[in-house]
């Protein structure tokens, strides 16, 4: 197994989220805060780029705790327990739309595309969470 470790000059990394894109076979991977940081790796788990991400508005989140790539939208799913929410992005991190959640704790994220439903661990109760996902 390959084993990697990502530094930023004086800060601690506290990684949350993972996902993988098979379009391209990267491994992206999220930052929770101080700094918010999107990170995407290539196949030999270098860094590709390393983004800030500090969206405001109906966006923002004050950390990120899930992480999940619709491969077939090229969208990324990003989840904040600390915002209580969800926010789907372009593939530039470009925020598109956002689902607020009315509940803190959200560790996981993961997206069935085929049944449109949206799976969420919860950290407080240990549940995990099924949401049927209506887009208007």
């Not at 990502?6 to 076979?25: E, Y």
């Not at 992206?28 to 860094?47: A, G, H, M, S």
């Not at 109906?58 to 899930?66: A, H, V």
């Not at 959200?106 to 049927?132: K, S």
Request: charged fraction near 25%; proline fraction near 4%.
């Amino acid at each position: 197994p390959a084993c990697i470790t990502l530094k930023t000059v004086r800060r601690i990394i506290d990684l949350k989220g993972i996902t993988w894109n098979p379009n391209n076979n990267h491994v992206y991977v999220v930052n929770e805060k101080n700094p918010r940081q999107f990170i995407e790796l290539d196949t030999d788990f270098k860094i590709v780029s390393s983004v800030p991400v500090n969206f405001t508005g109906e966006f923002q989140l004050l950390d990120m705790s899930g992480l999940f790539y619709d491969h077939i939208r090229d969208e990324i799913w990003i989840l904040s327990d600390d915002s209580e929410r969800i926010v789907v992005t372009d593939h530039q991190l470009n925020p598109l739309r956002a689902f607020d959640l009315g509940m803190d704790k959200f560790e996981g994220i993961a997206v069935d595309l085929n049944t449109n439903r949206v799976y969420l661990v919860n950290d407080r109760d240990n549940r995990l969470y099924v949401y049927d996902l209506i887009e208007g």
